[in-house]
């Protein structure tokens, strides 16, 4: 979880916290930041994020996008 708290902080959302529930939905982040998102996960896995796993759903807790992450690289 550490990692996707890193994330955040990298693109200046320091903001929100795991604690956080439905990011998206209530707008918490926008698109924007989804793909700044996406730009540094890739950059810390050194490969391309597929765009199946880009979806709203994916980012909207930390909980979520750990396991995007985990199904998309690990």
Do not use: C, G, H
């Amino acid at each position: 979880m550490q990692i996707v708290k890193q994330f955040f902080i990298n693109i200046e959302r320091t903001d929100i916290d795991e604690s956080m529930q439905n990011l998206v939905s209530e707008d918490i982040i926008d698109s924007i930041d989804i793909m700044a998102l996406v730009a540094e996960i890739e950059k810390y896995y050194k490969k391309p994020l597929k765009a199946e796993f880009i979806t709203p759903e994916n980012f909207e807790s930390f909980e979520a996008i750990k396991n995007m992450i985990e199904q998309a690289f690990i």
